[in-house]
């Protein structure tokens, strides 16, 4: 049975250099999930119009379920991208549409229907009241084996009540290494290696058993109850990184539900993430060295 995804937050294009590119991480995290084999679904807002309609069709077009993606008055997200040395920074235009995610009836219904193996749910999409209020009832009424809490930080966009309270509820917590110390300032008033943040995080916040510190090209840190593993990647040739983090979030994700191993999961992560810095875009095709890999590592 395939593995059931649930991600939450914003659906936005990235407009880099005058061109239009889908994105949002909860998009990206659920395409590349839908391209590993999950079945993906997004609960979203778009505007009604011609960027939603866009973006409805791709997220089709990506094998993502769209039956709890909402349309509203507001515009449908857009974000100026500028590469400095194809490192991005974001400017993220306010009163998008994702800003207003509201969950109907039917809606709610729908998700507590289902038994999810993974909620995906990131701070960004919880800088407006009526989104927060929404991914809050979503955390405390859908039934699920995991909640992956993806930090990503973005300008002014965060707050420590929104880092609390989605940590109460998160299993796997992902952050880079650019975030730990902006979070244990906010979280604990002081600075922190890392391993000692992923320390007092896991025994503040009860159900979090698995940490993973993302360092770029230097690779990955990931912590669980009683281990610390490194693990640094291939080198790769990078012609832009965007969307990288998302794809190691999705490969470490769909590897770890499948084996229950962190080293194979997050080897496999490292991997997809290197092909996508070699490639354009965020959700570019897999190539048929990588699906191999996918699938040894799988077996």
């Given at each position: 049975?395939?593995?059931?995804?649930?991600?939450?937050?914003?659906?936005?294009?990235?407009?880099?250099e005058?061109?239009?590119?889908?994105?949002?991480a909860?998009?990206?995290?659920?395409?590349?999930?839908a391209?590993?084999?999950?079945?993906?679904?997004?609960?979203?807002s778009?505007?009604?119009?011609?960027?939603?309609?866009?973006?409805?069709?791709?997220l089709?077009?990506?094998?993502?379920?769209?039956?709890?993606?909402?349309?509203?008055?507001?515009?449908?997200?857009?974000?100026?991208v500028?590469?400095?040395?194809?490192?991005?920074?974001?400017?993220?235009?306010?009163?998008s549409?994702?800003?207003?995610?509201?969950?109907?009836?039917?809606?709610?219904?729908?998700?507590?229907?289902?038994?999810?193996?993974?909620?995906?749910?990131?701070?960004?999409?919880?800088?407006?009241?009526?989104?927060?209020m929404?991914?809050?009832?979503?955390?405390?009424n859908?039934?699920?084996?995991?909640?992956?809490?993806?930090?990503?930080?973005?300008?002014?966009?965060?707050?420590?009540?929104?880092?609390?309270?989605?940590?109460?509820?998160?299993?796997?917590?992902?952050?880079?290494?650019?975030?730990?110390?902006?979070?244990?300032?906010?979280?604990?008033?002081?600075?922190?290696?890392?391993?000692?943040?992923a320390?007092?995080?896991?025994?503040?916040?009860?159900?979090?058993?698995?940490?993973?510190?993302?360092m770029?090209?230097?690779?990955?840190?990931?912590?669980?109850?009683?281990?610390?593993?490194?693990?640094?990647?291939?080198?790769?040739?990078?012609?832009?990184?965007?969307?990288?983090?998302?794809?190691?979030?999705?490969?470490?994700?769909?590897?770890?539900?499948?084996?229950?191993?962190?080293?194979?999961?997050?080897?496999?992560?490292?991997?997809?993430?290197?092909?996508?810095?070699?490639s354009?875009g965020?959700?570019?095709?897999?190539s048929?060295?990588?699906?191999?890999?996918?699938?040894?590592?799988?077996?």
């Amino acid at each position: 049975m395939a593995i059931k995804v649930l991600a939450f937050g914003e659906v936005l294009w990235d407009i880099i250099e005058g061109s239009y590119h889908i994105g949002g991480a909860p998009f990206n995290f659920a395409g590349h999930m839908a391209k590993l084999g999950a079945e993906s679904y997004i609960v979203s807002s778009l505007g009604h119009d011609d960027l939603g309609d866009r973006a409805s069709a791709l997220l089709e077009n990506q094998n993502i379920n769209t039956s709890l993606v909402d349309r509203n008055s507001s515009p449908t997200g857009t974000v100026q991208v500028r590469l400095d040395n194809g490192i991005p920074s974001y400017e993220i235009v306010q009163g998008s549409a994702w800003d207003s995610i509201e969950i109907n009836e039917e809606t709610k219904k729908k998700m507590t229907e289902l038994k999810w193996d993974v909620l995906y749910i990131g701070s960004l999409a919880q800088r407006s009241q009526k989104s927060r209020m929404s991914a809050r009832w979503i955390l405390e009424n859908v039934e699920r084996s995991h909640v992956f809490f993806d930090v990503n930080l973005r300008q002014e966009w965060f707050s420590r009540e929104i880092i609390e309270e989605t940590l109460k509820h998160t299993t796997i917590l992902k952050v880079n290494d650019e975030e730990v110390p902006v979070i244990a300032r906010l979280l604990f008033g002081q600075d922190m290696t890392e391993e000692y943040l992923a320390r007092k995080i896991m025994e503040t916040y009860r159900t979090v058993s698995i940490i993973i510190v993302t360092m770029g090209g230097e690779g990955a840190l990931f912590f669980d109850e009683r281990r610390e593993y490194k693990l640094k990647p291939e080198p790769a040739d990078v012609v832009d990184t965007v969307g990288a983090g998302d794809s190691f979030s999705g490969a470490f994700v769909y590897s770890y539900l499948n084996t229950g191993d962190i080293d194979r999961a997050g080897r496999l992560a490292l991997d997809v993430a290197a092909f996508v810095v070699s490639s354009e875009g965020a959700l570019p095709d897999y190539s048929e060295e990588l699906k191999k890999k996918i699938s040894l590592h799988l077996k």
